[in-house]
């Protein structure tokens, strides 16, 4: 009788997840909007300035400065140099901000972070956390690109085919998400409550606030592409950040860590969006 662990669904549910995910976004994403994006030449720069140094660089300082154990401390360094949430669209959605741009953004950061991860990994992980950039970076051209490029590609060449692929490849990431979520908490609850405590809470609040700031910021001066810049920076790749922590670290904090950062920068930004939606009309 075969036998299949809980760690082996696990995985398996992250990877539907991450998939359809990832192809349902190539779907909803016509070519105009990524050339929206990157015609936004200093916006752009700035966007990605933010999303592949400054959070990075800002997490990599915080977690030295707070005492946490190395697991903990990986899981942080892994969901912040993890860019392009697919949230994104969906708080440009909420807050009534610029749509167009939050798609393509999150389009050009996924397609970048192929290289950005595993670079960023190697450079900011603690020393005696050993990963392999090489074998990371074809994990994520597989479960992240391919899949975002033949979304798209779909989408361009055969519109009316995506159009009717989209909804139940939409379901199945919202399903397989939901699935996730129940999987982990049953299997990681106990190992959740131990992270009061440990610093990691705080740390993560600190790097979304500050993400949240920075992209503000950067965001230039028109309101709607500093709040998309805002909370796409702070919500983070979720998707991708799970991945890679159930199948590329043993150390089951590493999880743990993903998963409590990522609800808190959804969270948050969520609740930003929310409050931008209810700002008068820009």
């Known amino acids: 009788m075969l036998v299949v662990s809980v760690e082996t669904i696990v995985e398996i549910a992250t990877t539907i997840f991450v998939l359809s995910t990832m192809f349902s976004i190539g779907m909803e994403m016509s070519p105009d909007r990524l050339l929206i994006a990157l015609r936004k030449h200093r916006l752009m720069a700035r ?7 400054a959070v990075p660089v800002f997490a990599y300082l915080l977690v030295h400065l707070v005492p946490m154990e190395t697991g903990y401390v990986a899981g942080v360094v892994l969901i912040a140099v993890a860019p392009g949430a697919p949230f994104g669209p969906k708080f440009a959605e909420i807050s009534k901000s610029g749509i167009e741009f939050a798609s393509g953004l999150m389009a050009v950061l996924g397609i970048i972070s192929v290289v950005t991860i595993p670079v960023s990994l190697a450079l900011f992980l603690p020393g005696d956390v050993t990963v392999d950039p090489f074998g990371i970076g074809w994990m994520i051209f597989g479960i992240q690109l391919l899949p ?9 060449r055969y519109s009316s085919v995506a159009n009717s692929l989209y909804p139940p490849v939409q379901r199945l990431s919202d399903l397989s998400f939901l699935l996730l979520i129940v999987l982990l908490v049953a299997v990681y609850s106990d190992e959740m409550i ?4 440990t610093g990691t809470p705080f740390v993560s609040v600190v790097i979304v606030c500050v993400s949240l700031l920075l992209g503000y910021v950067l965001g230039g001066p028109d309101r709607n592409t500093r709040e998309v810049l805002a909370t796409t920076t702070a919500a983070r790749n979720a998707a991708i950040a799970l991945f890679i922590a ?10 743990m860590v993903v998963l409590a950062f990522s609800f808190i920068g959804v969270v948050l930004s969520g609740l930003l969006a929310g409050i931008w939606a209810r700002q008068p009309t820009r």
């Open 47 to 53: 966007s990605l300035l933010v999303n592949l140094v």
């Open 194 to 197: 131990t992270l009061v405590g």
């Open 246 to 255: 159930t199948t590329g670290f043993s150390d089951p904090r590493v999880l």
């Open 148 to 156: 975002l490029l033949a979304g798209i590609g779909l989408e361009y």
